[in-house]
């Protein structure tokens, strides 16, 4: 083989994996990324039961009641409208009434929403970014939800 | 006082980093041996002035100093010494300053051990690094300075990040910084060649083991941040794919390509354009991750405080060196003189094809981390781009990789012979065959999937095994002979089965536990007991407890096996009383190499506690497979081949520095 076979076959291959990984790439993002809504947002989308969504904002005073064994439901709100969020299993540490959470779960067929998973913020200056910056875009950011 | 002269210390080595980066490359250019000369002893100079500023932060932080600022932040009089030693780069700016410390660290043994070396070479990779010192000093300087004084001093400090106070912060920063600035070295020397226009026999034979050690670093970084991550959040995750996450894989991944197509360039000097770029994109690689997590675009535990100025300084930074080595790339790389031809089916064609794997890999990775940040800034969408996204790309990618692994080392240089190899590697293969089939059929619930992905463990395993079996020459001579022949392998030859094997033995680990792994989530009062996978555990109740700076109750539970005691299992919720902070404490236990994992969540009003208890099989493997990578690195590095110059006693003990993991 020539050197300038060698070097095409070493370019086409090259482009046979990049064109693979970006089709795998397009692909994976098609299917596989959840938009972010705070609840106002997402009862305005009008959601489609079943799509995958990250549900986040600020967790309604009041509303963490306990149910059966490990399930919990709360509210989560922006102020405008609030959700009930079904969720089972271990909340956060730091999980509190009136703190920013972001929970991953979709729609069920009959409106509730349902949660797998529950992120609240790691330490005590940290609120999730996209809770505290749409909640500033809404006017409803309290420098003292955030630092308490 | 001290905090005083470690600043000043600091501006010094700022100073000196300039004229390092400056006098040396005149000197190269120039021709002048004394203005080269000056390379080395700045870099020592600037090595010493760094520690004094970073023993300066220590001793502040030792005696709960809390006139300076970064200390108040972060530390408190009641924190355990060993906290407050780590909490030194338990923040942003402290963390910046050990950065620039094992920068300086590894400029010094260029430096140091670099004697043999062109003196061009020398002088115009110790200005790199002097760049790249010179703009992280600048940056720790003008927006990250820990040493700012508070006046009043406050009496008490804010301690630690309870999440940070674990011994995980003793090791996984060093180790990941030590991989992380360890390319720089790659870096400097693929620049230098540029600006040469040439590559030589030194160079490669210099790159290949700085590159092998910061990759081991890096390797250890990793795996010991995974494990930290997986005991101490409490959720029983090993990987998240989180985004600073992938800033540390990425680096690791074309660490890999580069460290593989160096052997290429050392031994058969080709692909020397292409590792030249790889060595660039490797240390920008760590640069981005840099970036991603000092500069608080991401929130995450490891981001310590955004402040935009950082931000943005650090891009600059990022976009200088990256934009920079790149351009140079494009106007100097048709200088190096292409290299040995060989024919696509040949080891350097095996090591080809890893390299476009990996780096195929690696822009996938780089996609998925950036590709939201980019949206959302362009459109104000904010998108989670998370697990499925990652398994769904680099899953694809790195299967057929890690099939093809065990071909690699089989192959002859220049021309190899695929069937030979394949025949040779008959009996891996009907091994890891016969694996797939046991797992598939005799193991209960397990998946063809599960199956499939032991086999391929066992696959890279067999292989490994199989290319130390065929070099000492089993079956072919006596056994006696094969094992004299096995004592005299190169240490590289064991270095690459054990690196592979480790491969295969992480693997193993990932699939047992995603696929094999059972848990319960559920309340239990005192006296229940838990059944999983053949164990039981009673719920013995809370106790209380108090540490030196926190209070904690602490569930015990019983563990037995088929009525044999097997001891307690202790799980606890933590509270710091300074940050008013909760923290979960799982509950490991290790049996064999596998893990019970037992975390607490919340009590409920009737006496009974919510618990999260996973039997994670074979899990410790992940880890210890990444262990037998870097003992493979370790090994590797011993090699009297990669031994630089001269084997002369000296050297041999520089090269003998990285100790293996074990």
């Known amino acids: ?148 | 006082m001290s905090v005083e002269l470690g600043h000043f210390a600091l501006v010094l080595a700022f100073a000196l980093a300039l004229v390092q980066s400056v006098v040396p490359l005149y000197g190269a250019r120039k021709g002048s041996l004394r203005l080269m000369g000056v390379g080395e002893p700045a870099a020592l100079c600037g090595l010493v002035l760094i520690s004094i500023a970073f023993a300066a932060l220590i001793a502040a932080y030792v005696q709960s100093d809390f006139s300076v600022a970064n200390v108040w932040e972060n530390s408190h009089s009641a924190k355990p010494l060993i906290y407050k030693l780590t909490g030194v780069w338990g923040n942003h700016e402290g963390s910046m300053l050990l950065w620039v410390l094992i920068l300086a660290i590894f400029g010094g043994l260029v430096a140091l051990f670099g004697r043999n070396l062109p003196p061009t070479l020398r002088a115009n990779v110790l200005a790199v690094q002097g760049f790249i010192a010179a703009a992280f000093l600048l940056f720790i300087l003008s927006t990250s300075n820990p040493f700012v004084r508070l006046v009043p001093a406050p009496i008490e400090g804010r301690d630690l990040n309870p999440i940070l106070q674990d011994i995980g912060l003793a090791v996984h920063p060093p180790l990941l910084y030590l991989g992380y600035v360890g390319f720089s070295i790659s870096f400097s020397f693929a620049v230098a060649a540029l600006i040469e226009g040439r590559t030589d026999a030194a160079w490669a034979r210099w790159v290949r083991p700085w590159t092998l050690a910061a990759w081991m670093f890096l390797t250890g970084g990793i795996a010991m941040g995974s494990y930290w991550a997986y005991y101490e959040l409490g959720w029983g995750g090993f990987w998240f794919w989180d985004p600073v996450e992938n800033a540390s894989f990425l680096p690791w991944l074309t660490g890999t390509a580069l460290l593989h197509s160096a052997i290429v360039m050392e031994r058969r000097s080709a692909l020397k354009i292409w590792t030249v770029l790889l060595a660039i994109l490797t240390f920008s690689m760590s640069l981005l991750g840099t970036f991603l997590v000092r500069s608080g675009v991401l929130t995450s535990v490891h981001a310590f405080a955004t402040d935009p100025t950082r931000g943005v300084f650090i891009l600059t930074i990022l976009i200088l060196f990256i934009g920079g080595s790149l351009a140079l790339f494009a106007w100097r790389a048709s200088a190096l003189a292409p290299g040995g031809l060989f024919h696509p089916i040949s080891r350097e064609g095996a090591l080809v094809l890893n390299n476009l794997f990996l780096t195929t890999a690696a822009a996938t990775v780089l996609v998925g981390t950036l590709y939201p940040l980019v949206l959302e800034s362009i459109t104000g969408e904010k998108i989670s781009v998370g697990a499925p996204f990652f398994n769904l790309t680099f899953g694809p990618l790195m299967v057929p990789l890690l099939a093809v692994v065990p071909f690699g080392p089989l192959l002859a240089w220049k021309r190899g012979d695929l069937a030979g190899v394949a025949q040779r590697l008959f009996a891996a293969f009907g091994g890891a065959l016969f694996i797939v089939l046991l797992v598939y059929f005799f193991i209960d619930g397990a998946s063809a999937l599960a199956a499939l992905g032991t086999g391929l463990a066992f696959w890279l395993i067999f292989g490994a095994l199989t290319d130390l079996a065929l070099k000492s020459g089993v079956g072919n001579v006596g056994p006696g002979v094969a094992l004299r022949r096995f004592a005299g392998l190169p240490r590289s030859v064991f270095g690459t089965a054990l690196a592979h094997a480790g491969l295969g033995i992480t693997l193993l680990g990932i699939v047992a536990t995603t696929t094999m792994q059972s848990e319960h989530i559920l309340t239990v009062k005192p006296g229940e007991t838990v059944e999983i996978a053949g164990y039981s555990l009673r719920y013995e109740g809370l106790q209380p407890f108090t540490g030196p700076n926190y209070t904690e109750n602490r569930g015990r539970f019983v563990l037995t096996e088929r009525g044999r005691a097997l001891g307690d299992v202790v799980s606890s919720k933590r509270f710091y009383s300074v940050r008013q902070m909760p923290t979960t404490e799982a509950g490991i236990r290790t049996i064999g190499l596998s893990q019970l994992y037992v975390s607490l969540g919340d009590e409920i009003e009737d006496g009974g506690i919510v618990v999260h208890i996973w039997w994670k099989p074979l899990v410790t493997l992940i880890w210890l497979g990444a262990l037998a990578m870097m003992a493979g690195g370790a090994v590797s590095l011993l090699d009297r081949r990669l031994r630089i110059g001269a084997p002369s006693r000296r050297k041999r003990a520089a090269q003998a520095q990285p100790e293996p993991a074990e």
């Not at chain 1, 938009?35 to 990250?54: C, K, N, T, V």
């Not at chain 1, 102020?79 to 009434?97: A, C, M, Q, W």
Request: no cysteine; hydrophobic share 40%; aromatic share 8%.
């Open chain 1, 1 to 148: 083989m020539t050197r300038k076979q060698k070097r095409l076959s070493i370019i086409g291959g090259a482009m046979g994996f990049l064109a693979a990984a970006t089709a795998l790439t397009f692909y994976a993002l098609g299917q596989q990324t959840s938009y972010f809504y705070m609840p106002s947002d997402a009862l305005a989308a009008q959601l489609a039961p079943g799509e995958r969504i990250r549900l986040g904002g600020l967790v309604e005073k009041g509303s963490i009641v306990r149910g059966q064994g490990t399930e919990v439901r709360f509210a989560v709100t922006d102020h405008e409208k609030s959700i009930t969020v079904n969720y089972s299993g271990i909340l956060p540490d730091l999980f509190r009434e009136e703190q920013g959470v972001v929970t991953h779960g979709m729609f069920q067929p009959d409106g509730s929403f349902v949660a797998d998973s529950v992120l609240a913020k790691h330490d005590e200056t940290y609120m999730p970014k996209e809770v505290a910056e749409s909640l500033k875009e809404k006017g409803l950011w309290q420098e003292e939800t955030a630092q308490q």
